[in-house]
């Protein structure tokens, strides 16, 4: 089932209009949910792809990073409980993606765990239960090493990256592989330095565009509080979504983080549909990713 997306009736609650439809446009809307707890048992799924109606979602993003590390019958009843979830939320019309990853994935260790999560989702292709889309969620720009070590840690990350290419070639994975960078990535901040790789000394977004094959794409997370001008999503992302080489979504932040000018979480529900609306329009972009359910299902439940 291929969802079409929501942005027209993204987030409409079922209590403002219960005729309203919610496939109205070619954006698709997603969100991840990183608690394992929401969809482990038949009656937390129910209630999640219940959620996920209600929020007029096309697609779900669920954490699988434990596939890294677990074997025999917990893998085995993980990825019954990953299959039981794709039947329940497809027969409802919505899509069941994986997210994964560790800010230290980039390590050789993380090379092993990150084929670990690869074989499981190649596993359940074979079973007929493949996720949407594999999210790959490994930010080394997050950890206490980042600001002394931007290069070499630039560098591991396109290391990582292409080591995933490879073996995403390997398993033959049909499942679409995404990776997950900041907006800053092109150079546009002073954030991340231009770094040799493969013959060439460019910005790490750059890079990834030779890096990337056909069947995966870029997340780029421009998370602000508005669509518009300097600053705002659409201009954080221009550069990525301008370039036509390699697919490129956009991810936004609902949950509470600093600064509040990164995430939707202190605005309504109206002028996130508008805003995200904008944000469609003006780039173009496939999907628009929110991070995360819960911090978005509040901004959807009355105080």
């Not at 890294?68 to 497809?90: F, P």
Request: with cysteine; hydrophobic share 40%.
């Amino acid at each position: 089932m291929i969802a079409v997306g929501a942005l027209g009736g993204f987030l409409l609650s079922r209590d403002d209009d219960s005729s309203a439809p919610c496939n109205v446009s070619d954006t698709r809307v997603s969100s991840y949910e990183w608690r394992e707890s929401s969809w482990r048992s038949a009656s937390a799924r129910d209630d999640l792809v219940r959620s996920a109606e209600e929020l007029c979602l096309d697609r779900l993003y669920v954490d699988i990073t434990g596939a890294a590390i677990v074997v025999g019958d917990e893998r085995a009843r993980l990825a019954a409980d990953v299959s039981a979830l794709v039947s329940l939320a497809d027969s409802r019309g919505i899509e069941v993606g994986a997210v994964a990853g560790d800010p230290w994935w980039p390590s050789p260790q993380g090379h092993v765990d990150a084929e670990a999560v690869l074989q499981f989702v190649a596993d359940l292709d074979a079973d007929g239960a493949a996720p949407a889309g594999l999210h790959i969620d490994a930010e080394p720009w997050g950890l206490d090493e980042w600001h002394d070590n931007k290069s070499e840690l630039s560098i591991a990350y396109l290391e990582f990256v292409d080591h995933v290419e490879q073996q995403r070639t390997r398993h033959e994975l049909t499942t679409p592989v995404v990776y997950l960078i900041p907006y800053w990535f092109d150079g546009s901040n002073g954030e991340a330095p231009r770094v040799s790789f493969d013959g060439d000394e460019l910005y790490p977004f750059d890079h990834l565009l030779n890096v990337v094959d056909d069947g995966a794409a870029l997340s780029v997370m421009a998370y602000r509080n508005r669509a518009l001008g300097e600053g705002g999503i659409v201009d954080l992302a221009s550069q990525e979504t301008a370039q036509q080489r390699v697919p490129v979504i956009i991810g936004v932040e609902t949950a509470s983080i600093d600064p509040p000018s990164a995430t939707f979480a202190d605005t309504d529900l109206p002028t996130l549909r508008n805003e995200l609306r904008l944000v469609a329009n003006r780039t173009g972009t496939p999907e628009i990713v929110i991070n995360d359910l819960p911090s978005l299902w509040l901004l959807a439940t009355p105080i």
